[in-house]
């Protein structure tokens, strides 16, 4: 039989201990990888990991959470690896390279376990990971960076055999020989090349479309600070109607709206958790763009759970 799976849950610790168990648990099975609760108190998951030969494929079910990977974290992997995932339930954000692909249930993304990252996944969620070592992925054909952080269509095409075979594998697992596991592993690395092969050649609507996208989170990225940033301003600077950015964004998991507050909030996030009490909240909600404390607030609240003075405070102890 197939070599043992690691199963963590939380289920058995006190609601106290989990969120410290959870960190620990994201940073050593996933090789170094700092994890935050969006300072949610109340916590639970469950991670359950299995090899299939050289790939990894763990089932990640878990209360709304964020990874992040710094460039320092990467350079101390051990192991190198293309990391994919693929929900279930729920919704993830990768965010690499400047690049951010948003996915759900059937469909997925690729990023890379050597470069910086961060993974939102902003509800509860029920995600395949999948990692394949880079060493084996044979993708000197292809740029890489065509191919990070972009969506994956898992509905149709050799993408959607991907989809399914890495979901299949990962079932099935503990009633298949060594062999066979490590037999389904290679297929899983060959279907996902092809599926990346043709992503990278295909030059259609659809990857059109996230290059636009890419183009409007680079701007806004540039501007996030501006109290002026807009639909219509983004829409002018781009040369485009407002009607085409929303499409840009269409079965993404945030509106082009939502996409800019969310940054804004994060980036707020991580002033209080740097700045502690040291500056007033107006300060830097303004220098976020933010045109009012109430607006700031309320939108706050509804992305963390807490106002900004608790999660202040939390964030201090």
């Known amino acids: 039989m197939t070599a043992a799976s690691t199963l963590l849950t939380t289920d058995d610790h ?11 648990w994201i940073w050593k099975h996933f090789n170094g990888l700092e994890s935050d609760l969006y300072g949610d108190t109340l916590f639970d998951g469950r991670i359950a990991a299995s090899h299939a030969g050289d790939v990894v494929l763990t089932r990640l079910e878990a209360s709304r959470h964020r990874v992040l990977r710094t460039p320092g974290m990467a350079r101390g992997s051990e192991t190198a690896y293309l990391k994919i995932v693929a929900p279930w339930q729920g ?91 490590r037999g389904a592993g290679e297929l899983i690395m060959q279907l996902v090349r092809l ?10 609507g659809e990857t059109q479309r996230e290059a636009l996208r890419d183009r409007i989170r680079q701007h806004v990225m540039q501007n996030l600070r501006d109290p002026r940033l807009s639909i219509d301003g983004i829409a002018q ?18 509106t082009l709206a939502g996409y800019i507050l969310r940054l804004r909030i994060s980036a707020c996030v991580r002033e209080f958790e740097r700045a502690g009490a040291g500056r007033p909240i107006t300060d830097i909600a303004l220098d976020w763009g933010f045109s009012s404390l109430s607006h700031f607030s309320r939108v706050f609240r509804e992305h963390t759970g807490m106002s900004p003075s608790e999660f202040r405070r939390r964030a201090a102890h």
């Open 14 to 24: 006190a609601p106290r201990e989990r969120a410290p168990l959870w960190r620990e």
């Open 91 to 181: 919704s993830a954000s990768v965010e690499q390279d400047g690049r951010e692909a948003s996915v759900r249930n059937g469909v997925w993304t690729l990023y890379d376990t050597t470069g910086s990252y961060t993974v939102s996944n902003p509800e509860r969620s029920d995600h395949l990971i999948v990692m394949l070592p880079k060493a084996r992925m044979a993708l000197d054909e292809l740029r890489l960076a065509d191919v990070l952080a972009r969506q994956v269509g898992g509905t149709s095409g050799i993408s959607r055999v991907a989809l399914e075979t890495m979901r299949s594998t990962y079932l099935e697992l503990p009633n298949m020989s060594e062999a066979s596991a």
């Open 195 to 204: 599926s990346l092969m043709e992503l990278a050649g295909r030059e259609t």
């Open 237 to 254: 600077a781009l040369g485009c109607s407002k009607r085409t950015l929303h499409g840009a964004f269409a079965g993404d998991a945030d």
